[in-house]
């Protein structure tokens, strides 16, 4: 696996990882990397430090591994809430109404829904944007 940093031509920055850097290259020549942010596919690699091997860093302490867990899990759920609150839910119409939107077909607007992962797949060779929902993290309030 290589990690690349990445900029868009909007300044976009941000990062992704890939099998090889053949891979990286055939994707970027297909349009199927694009800017996280503003969906942009003009994507360059940025220059990067190579990882250096040296002393094994020590484990954070359980303290700050369940403070960092708290704050993703927190996160995760603000994503998904908002999407809730501002997206149209299409239900498993999702791949179709997402290809319209993206052909001119159906207005433009912010949807989610369910897709097969075949269903992903073929949009994302298609072109068209999407990207998972996070998946809602357990009630705290419930933990173990």
């Not at 920055?13 to 850097?21: D, G, H, N, T």
């Not at 199927?32 to 596919?41: A, D, I, N, Q």
């Not at 708290?70 to 109404?97: K, L």
């Amino acid at each position: 696996m290589i990690r690349y940093a990445l900029a868009c031509e909007q300044a976009h920055a941000f990062e992704a990882w890939f099998a090889s850097s053949s891979d990286y290259d055939d994707q970027a020549a297909r349009g199927l990397v694009e800017c996280p942010f503003c969906g942009s596919r003009r994507v360059e690699k940025q220059v990067m430090a190579p990882a250096v091997a040296g002393t094994k860093r020590a484990a954070p302490p359980d303290e700050v591994r369940q403070k960092m867990q708290t704050m993703m899990m927190e996160a995760a759920r603000e994503v998904r809430a908002h999407v809730e609150q501002n997206f149209d839910y299409v239900g498993d119409a999702f791949a179709r109404e997402a290809r319209d939107i993206h052909e001119g077909r159906s207005e433009k607007r912010e949807i989610y829904g369910e897709a097969t992962p075949a269903e992903v797949k073929k949009l994302k060779e298609d072109g068209v944007p999407c990207a998972p929902l996070p998946a809602l993290p357990p009630d705290p309030s419930k933990a173990n």
